[in-house]
């Protein structure tokens, strides 16, 4: 369940920013590869870029509804952060998070085929937040699953 819910909604992002000609940057494998010594994200292999986004997927404890059946509500909070270089402003992310809501919305659907994952609340932004010379603008909507 967890490879599959993010296969498919990093999948749905990727096409987005291959659609909007945006970089994107996937957590890495090893947490280290992706910070500095401070714990800051590790900036170098982007420099060049204008404007990318950086995905993350987090995983919630699970409610039981029944103890007899072990059914349980699975939920994920989806975070697209959206980060341009400190000159640019906050207008590129604003357009590029507009864009993105249209992708994600509210009651949307997705199924690997044994499990449907809901979209449980419209696409929000968070304030923007400064990190080395970009601005990130965090947003994110929250996924459920009931099995």
């Known amino acids: 369940m967890e490879d599959q819910i993010r296969f498919l909604y990093y999948t749905d992002i990727f096409n987005f920013a291959n659609n909007e000609d945006l970089a994107i940057v996937f957590p890495a494998n090893d947490p280290a ?19 990318f986004l950086r995905p993350r997927i987090v995983s919630f404890a699970p409610y039981y509804l029944g103890r007899i059946t072990g059914a349980a509500t699975y939920k994920w909070h989806v975070q697209v952060s959206i980060y341009t270089k400190n000159n640019l402003g906050e207008l590129d992310a604003a357009r590029v998070f507009d864009k993105l809501r249209t992708v994600f919305r509210f009651g949307d659907k997705k199924s690997d085929g044994s ?9 929000r932004a968070e304030s923007p937040v400064a990190m080395a010379n970009f601005i990130a603008l965090p947003t994110m909507f929250d996924v459920q699953s009931i099995s």
């Open 33 to 51: 590869a992706d910070t500095d010594a401070d714990g800051n994200f590790n900036f170098q292999e982007i420099e060049g870029e204008d404007i």
């Open 115 to 123: 499990r449907i994952y809901t979209q449980m609340s419209n696409m």
